[in-house]
């Protein structure tokens, strides 16, 4: 902790610094030294010490138990399931990527270490949501991206969390699904899926993947009636295929490129 609050002072410092010598630069430079910190900074704050963060967490899981109370006043010719991401929807890593903002090292650098130290602890209210479900007798797929070689850390991970219906059968994890559809598709070819919660777009549909910005906004738009109804989203700041969206079609990138198009992404009062 020590270690931490020492980075973050120099951090200020730093940055303080920076400003002070930013005197005499152009305004689009300064805002460019501004804008230049490490990027999961504000997220990983965010995301450990706001109440917001932990409002949105216990709202997401709420309005998913009111829409199981809907459901369970239906009959459905197959049997009911519901489909839950890992990260950021079950899991919360952002001590990790904490970590990144301190070591300067982005994901996956670590993360499987992460996942096997056993330290991750749960989204607040995620597991309440699931005993609950699990009760009801809904069947339950943990449907994650991470690597397959992760599969047997992955499990541990979820067994020992606590989690009901924690086994081999309802963990499904990337193979060469990397939009997640096919493992939807499966799934609701044996089941009814009555939800699916996921802080990624991805976890949804997967012509959120490798799509620009404007695409996803649209499909969003074509799929309005289903948030909150059938497809519950939690806040995820730190990452999520939305970056990528940022990059795409541009090839690759160098770091001051990369930070160049965030900028002139930004829409501000002056354009
Ligand atoms: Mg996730």
Redesign the pocket.
């Known amino acids: 902790m020590k270690k931490n609050t020492s980075f973050l002072f120099i951090l200020i410092c730093t940055t303080i610094l920076l400003s002070s010598c930013a005197r005499g630069l152009s305004e689009r430079d300064k805002l460019l030294l501004e804008l230049n910190e490490p990027e999961y900074l504000m997220a990983a704050l965010w995301q450990q010490t706001s109440s917001e963060y932990r409002a949105l967490c216990y709202q997401a899981f709420n309005v998913a138990r009111d829409r199981i109370h809907l459901d369970l006043m239906k009959e459905w010719p197959k049997p009911r399931a519901v489909i839950i991401?890992?990260?950021?929807?079950l899991v919360f890593n952002s001590p990790y990527n904490a970590s990144g903002v301190m070591k300067e090292q982005n994901y996956p650098q670590e993360f499987y270490e992460w996942i096997a130290s056993g330290k991750a602890t749960l989204i607040p209210g995620a597991k309440e949501f699931l005993e609950y479900i699990n009760k009801e007798g809904y069947e339950i797929f943990y449907v994650?991206?991470r690597r397959d070689e992760s599969t047997d850390i992955t499990l541990q991970q979820i067994i020992d969390l606590g989690v009901p219906q924690a086994n081999s059968e309802h963990l499904l994890m990337r193979g060469t699904d990397h939009t997640k559809q096919g493992r939807r598709d499966k799934v609701a070819e044996e089941y009814v899926v009555i939800l699916y919660i996921?802080?990624?777009c991805v976890?949804f549909l997967g012509d959120f993947y490798n799509a620009s910005i404007e695409e996803r906004k649209g499909v969003v738009v074509r799929n309005k009636e289903k948030w909150g109804r059938n497809f519950i989203i939690l806040p995820?700041p730190m990452h999520?295929s939305w970056k990528k969206a940022l990059y795409y079609g541009k090839g690759n990138l160098t770091d001051a490129e990369k930070l160049q198009l965030k900028i002139d992404l930004l829409e501000t009062v002056d354009e």
């Open positions: 991401d890992l990260d950021e929807t994650t991206n996921g802080d990624n976890d995820n999520g």
